[in-house]
């Protein structure tokens, strides 16, 4: 069943601590392979469709860079 989430990821503030992925529920996150303005590997959304919007990878991001939108239109 496809998720109802839809993630905005600010990729050039993400300092790819790992927090959001390691708690993603649904281990849809994955470190990108390429380096950010700032020299750290950031986040990507792997299985756009799967996130559900839980917002868990937020809550756990310390430098806010993700974003959450939950239902229909999302």
């Known amino acids: 069943m496809a998720g109802k989430g839809k993630l905005t990821?600010?990729?050039?503030r993400c300092k790819g601590c790992g927090l959001c992925i390691h708690f993603c529920p649904k281990g849809i996150l994955k470190e990108f392979l390429e380096l950010n303005r700032?020299?750290?590997?950031?986040?990507?959304?792997?299985?756009?469709?799967e996130c559900t919007g839980c917002g868990i990878c937020a809550l756990m991001c310390p430098d806010m860079v993700i974003q959450v939108e939950r239902g229909e239109g999302a």
């Open 38 to 49: 700032l020299g750290y590997r950031p986040v990507s959304l792997e299985e756009e469709g």
């Open 9 to 12: 990821i600010a990729r050039d």
